[in-house]
T-cell receptor
Framework: DARVTQTPRHKVTEMGQEVTMRCQPI?????VFWYRQTMMQGLELLAY????????DSGMPKDRFSAEMPDATLATLKIQPSEPRDSAVYFC???????????????FGPGTRLTVL | AQKITQTQPGMFVQEKEAVTLDCTYD???????LFWYKQPSSGEMIFLIY??????QNATEGRYSLNFQKARKSANLVISASQLGDSAMYFC???????????FGKGNQVVVIP
């Protein structure tokens, strides 16, 4: 049963610390998405990659957030330095959209619940 | 501008009854896809059903069906024969043609009571 995995599932840290979240997409999926979910803003797309190349990171605060895909099996989202307003659930999702098609679903991981004190 | 609008307050539904969750969307792209996801209290996002803008028939997946009214730009989710396990947040989302981004609504909370 192929699933997207995310680590850690929960993270509590202090303001100013670096946070790294990891995601393993489903094998064979070529597109990876990072979302952030908060009560106020709902689900927001932070960034996404296709074939490991960043395609859109316009939703991400550039000064403190960075997203990378060192290889096809690992995506990372890093916050440095973290702030209390970064407290949220961060979801990774993967998919294999066909060019010109809108019907490919995204498979979500279980999320990383981040609390910044 | 809000792409996806879900404005219903939290809903209580009697077990075995049907429930309809409203979703309206805004796009000028003729090619788009509409998705519904379920998020139970455990937090994971579960894909439920998909409707394409060119699909002639309403999508159905088991107890889930999508009431797609293109002219009204609405894509309501119908859950038939509600079960206790249907208690969750439900999110409507849209992908516009040529764009991999999914725009999500704020969600509808459903609580199924025995």
């Amino acid at each position: 049963d192929a699933r997207v995995t995310q680590t850690p599932r929960h993270k509590v840290t202090e303001m100013g610390q670096e946070v790294t979240m990891r995601c393993q997409p489903i094998l064979g999926h070529n597109t990876v998405f990072w979302y952030r979910q908060t009560m106020m803003q709902g689900l927001e797309l932070l960034a996404y990659f296709r074939n490991r190349a960043p395609l859109d990171d316009s939703g991400m605060p550039k000064d403190r957030f960075s997203a990378e895909m060192p290889d096809a099996t690992l995506a990372t989202l890093k916050i440095q330095p973290s702030e209390p307003r970064d407290s949220a659930v961060y979801f990774c999702a993967s998919g294999f959209p066909q060019r010109g098609s809108v019907d490919n679903e995204q498979f979500f991981g279980p999320g990383t619940r981040l609390t910044v004190l | 501008a809000q792409k996806i609008t879900q404005t219903q307050p939290g809903m209580f539904v009697q077990e075995k009854e049907a429930v309809t969750l409203d979703c309206t969307y805004d796009t000028s792209d003729p090619s788009y896809g509409l998705f519904w996801y379920k998020q139970p209290s455990s937090g994971e996002m579960i894909f439920l059903i998909y409707q394409g803008s060119y699909d002639q028939q309403n999508a159905t997946e088991g107890r889930y069906s999508l009431n797609f009214q293109k002219a009204r730009k609405s894509a309501n989710l119908v859950i038939s024969a509600s079960q206790l396990g249907d208690s969750a947040m439900y999110f409507c989302a849209m992908r516009e043609g040529g764009n991999n981004r999914l725009a999500f609504g704020k969600g509808n909370q459903v609580v199924v009571i025995p």
